[in-house]
């Protein structure tokens, strides 16, 4: 007799009765189980990546948490904590850079620097959560083992993969697009080596946004105010827009009457900024909530 049936890309006990599972094809983002002492176990995409373990529920109900959410968190030994310090210190480095270039400050070498640097905390907090992602065990409940962590891997098959691998590739693209600044291009060498990383790290960031609102909702769209990771997913959601159109406004034309455009992707990317560093910020209280219930599977 089997002990675990794979349902998804996860293995549960198999004598865990199963209620239903929700998503798309082979991306399956919710799965419903319910056991002998009539406690129903819900097991999510989102959760799972994270490490928070099964939600449980009871009588149709969510158990409430036991703790209050921390505003300010220090926990420097839980992965969670350092990808929402270095996304916050990312998105500063494009708030101050951003708020530079509205006021006039004229030295491109010093606002170059400033997005350059937050680009690359932004890489190395994508990165840890696509490692994150990629380690996630592929089992839960009593019994579910680790194993050894691994650094690159390809599970096409897995949605959580592709809202962080999308997002990782994104964080590249801005590398380049923010180094290659330094360059001092002309117009169509400006387009060519700083504007199209730009809009390519844009397109991948509004695909990994919007894969992470089919995570969060099991389908394209819902509404879950009282959710903080529903509110820090549609926050996300919005910078990746905001981004989008920062990139759209930041393409370089030969004719001197567009010079104007600068502002609008300059304000795009301070909204897209803000919204990233507020997104990055509530996982310190998510963090505190949802640490109060963990199945085994951190």
Known sequence: MPTTIKRGQIEFPADWKHIESRGSGQFITRIVHQLEDSATYVWSSRRHRKGFGLEVVASGEKLPVKNRPSLVLWEPAKLNWWIAFLFMAGSLCFVFGSVLILVGYTNLFITNTIFFGGSIFFTSASYLQYNQSINALTAVGPGAQTHKRIWVAWQPSRLDFWVTFSQFLGTVMFNFNTFDAFLGLGWLGQDLVIWVPDMAGSILFQISGTLAVFEICHRWWC???????????????????????????AFVWPSLIFKNLVVFTTIFTLIGAICFFVG???????????????????
């Open 223 to 249: 509404w879950q105010r009282r959710s903080i990771s529903w509110v820090i997913t549609m926050i996300n959601f919005v910078g990746c827009v905001a981004f989008f159109c920062s990139a759209v406004f």
């Open 280 to 298: 990055a910020y509530l996982m310190w209280p998510e963090m505190s909530v949802e640490a109060t219930e963990n199945m085994g599977v951190a």
